[in-house]
């Protein structure tokens, strides 16, 4: 059981990336502070938690099937 603690507390720590991606976003279209580097870290950002989540649902989910 371990392991499916792991997992699921591995997926719970994923979304607040998502608010990250926000906040940035939110200061680009308010015009706070622009940055090509942050125009660029916000798709980034974004693409990073759905890539853990399948990520961590094939390395730990993997042995309960065996």
Known sequence: ????????????????LFCVSVVIYSVLRLNIYRHAALEKAVYTISAIPPACS???TLYYIQPYRR
């Open 54 to 56: 399948a990520l961590c």
């Open 1 to 16: 059981h371990r392991n499916l603690i792991k997992a699921l507390t591995i997926h719970a720590m994923l979304p607040p």
